[in-house]
């Protein structure tokens, strides 16, 4: 009987090991999970602020504008957004004139595509300000496709609960009398 006691009590540590291991990983991947979300959720709300802080801008930004000073103003905004959300600057020579194109983020449609009408160029010439938004690209090529609330069903649904309403229900007796016993999901009804 000692000697069971004794194996026992050398493999309970062993157990309890195992079992801390198990629990600790699955604090790890649950943490992992967590963190997930919430960066996808401070991905957005850059996003927001991005708009929100472009918006106040803006307007301080005019043709004519040195590139250093215009790109000072406009790249902190979307430093934290993630690298699939930006589009790289556009670079060029035209006869003895450099051409700078910067996308700035401007928009936002939740199709998880980067489309042209999220964005804003800035063009810059020999590093000033010539143009700002497609009009000199000749329009925006691509546009966002966010999914959109199908009315169609939904009237369709709301129409039938509205026949439904119109339908007479079978009614029970009035004579009858039931009695609630228990509480919460263990309600049961006996009627006699």
Same mark, same amino acid.
């Given at each position: 009987?000692?000697?069971?006691?004794?194996?026992?009590?050398?493999?309970?540590?062993?157990?309890?090991?195992?079992?801390?291991?198990?629990?600790?990983?699955?604090?790890?991947?649950? %943490?992992?999970?967590?963190?997930?979300?919430?960066?996808?959720?401070?991905?957005?709300?850059?996003?927001?602020?991005?708009?929100?802080?472009?918006?106040?801008?803006?307007?301080?930004?005019?043709?004519?504008?040195?590139?250093?000073?215009?790109?000072?103003?406009?790249?902190?905004?979307? /430093?934290?957004?993630?690298?699939?959300?930006?589009?790289?600057?556009? /670079?060029?020579?035209?006869?003895?004139?450099?051409?700078?194109?910067?996308?700035?983020?401007?928009?936002?449609?939740?199709?998880?595509?980067? @489309?042209?009408?999220?964005?804003?160029?800035?063009?810059?010439?020999?590093?000033?300000?010539?143009?700002?938004?497609?009009?000199?690209?000749?329009?925006?090529?691509?546009?966002?496709?966010?999914?959109?609330?199908?009315?169609?069903?939904?009237?369709?649904?709301?129409? /039938?609960?509205?026949?439904?309403?119109?339908?007479? @229900?079978?009614?029970?007796? @009035?004579? /009858?009398?039931?009695?609630? @016993? %228990?509480?919460?999901?263990?309600?049961?009804?006996?009627?006699?």
């Amino acid at each position: 009987m000692q000697k069971l006691s004794k194996v026992s009590n050398k493999l309970r540590p062993i157990y309890d090991l195992g079992f801390l291991i198990r629990f600790l990983s699955m604090k790890k991947l649950l %943490g992992i999970i967590v963190l997930g979300l919430l960066m996808s959720g401070c991905a957005e709300d850059t996003m927001n602020a991005n708009l929100y802080n472009y918006d106040k801008i803006a307007p301080t930004i005019n043709l004519g504008d040195d590139k250093n000073r215009t790109l000072s103003i406009l790249v902190p905004l979307i /430093q934290d957004l993630p690298a699939n959300w930006k589009r790289p600057a556009e /670079q060029f020579m035209k006869g003895d004139d450099r051409y700078y194109i910067y996308y700035h983020r401007t928009g936002w449609t939740s199709d998880d595509r980067l @489309t042209d009408d999220e964005l804003t160029p800035y063009i810059f010439k020999n590093d000033k300000l010539v143009s700002i938004g497609w009009q000199a690209l000749g329009g925006a090529k691509t546009t966002g496709t966010a999914t959109t609330y199908n009315n169609s069903n939904s009237d369709a649904l709301i129409s /039938q609960g509205l026949e439904m309403l119109k339908t007479p @229900t079978p009614s029970m007796p @009035t004579t /009858q009398t039931c009695r609630v @016993t %228990g509480t919460g999901a263990y309600k049961t009804v006996t009627c006699y």
